[in-house]
């Protein structure tokens, strides 16, 4: 319903509709395709007609006719009071810092930035976590601590919120804003569905994903290539298919293959059911060499060793640390849901925990570095941020699991 401006004029009173600026925030930037030249921009409207992005490689601030491209919203999903709005920005130059804002009537955004990936082989970092879903205060923190070790993108494995309602969704996206930096850097989000995005249609409506949910794309080259799956749908089937076809094109051509879902298969916790269903994945996983998988879903933290898939080992694998095909598994999501006590441990697991926390990950030519960051009482207060984009050093502050192992896991190239 439009408001009204009501006035009184020689006796008569006036109405005329209300010309009021719809608020433009929630913003969100999606990687889903090659991320050197492809960013899906996403943010909420609460009211109005289509909103543009201007956008250019010069910074000038808000004052959006000086940027050098402009792009209406490409898509509009009606959610409660407004609308999610989308648009992808394609051929984009790699590694290149791009200034954009947000215009609908006279309303501009505050002035966001993204850089794009490398489309060469050269040394990056990136986040993986899950579940979210309820403990605010400790999601709020954790997304404090994303914006102060300025990563290249967060892969979020699954169940962002506890109900798919636009209730939850507004509070989700009002704390992701805490990811963003004082000079308003966003971090490109690599979304997974989870069991708890169980609303039709959900994640293409909060994240524009495509149909099916599952994706792959390069990062830096042919350094790494990663694959987001939806373990909320058959693993085989058209999505199996898929994947195997994409393994067979890109695994001889990339260094490291890596991939994130949510339903773990194998869960270091007792309450929770065996992962048959993501366990197909398993066989196709070590004919590929997949190096490293993402898992979530049981609120807790666990490192594994190389493991390959094996009839004869425990509950489907087997360690087998020198062959150029295992894969380490990580995770299991605890990023704000209830934490459980990680009950469940393998012979082949390396440690697991009951821990609020996230995977810190750097990718370089020789070799994929894994740390895991800690969530302690105080939160992100006291925590330095770290020098530039990309730098692994841990800043002041931070805590890190000291899992079994060490705090810090490799994985190294293929030699062959």
Known sequence: MKKLLCVGLLGTLVCMPLAIAAEVSKHRLMWMEDPSS???????????????????????GDEFRKYSERIEAQRRVEVHDGSNQFVTLRGLRPDTEYFYVVVQGEEVSRRLKFRTAPA???PFTFINGGDSRSNRWTRQELNKLVAKLKPLCVSFSGDMVNVPSDEEWDTWFTDWQLTIDEDGRMVPIIPHRGNHENK???MTQEFDTPKGSYFSFNVAGNLMRYYALNSEIPAMGKQGDWLKADLETHAEQVNFLVAGYHKPMRPHVAKKKEGDNTYQWAELFYQHGMDLVFESDSHC??????????TSGEEGFMAKPNDANA???????????PLREANDGKSWTLDCAMLYGFDWVQVSPEKIALKTVVLTKSGAEGI??????GDFQSPRGLV???AKG?????INADND
């Open 200 to 202: 039709r249609g959900v």
């Open 384 to 389: 330095d941020s770290v020098r530039h984009l």
């Open 327 to 337: 894969t380490v598994y990580s995770g299991e999501g605890s990023w704000g849901a």
């Open 301 to 310: 933290l666990k490192r594994t060793q190389p493991l390959v898939p094996s």
């Open 120 to 122: 060469k082989a050269q």
């Open 38 to 60: 492809v960013a899906t921009l996403g943010w909420f409207q609460s009211g109005g007609e289509a909103a543009a992005v201007y956008y250019g490689s010069e910074d000038h």
């Open 400 to 402: 890190e699991w000291n």
């Open 406 to 410: 060490g705090k810090v896991m490799e």
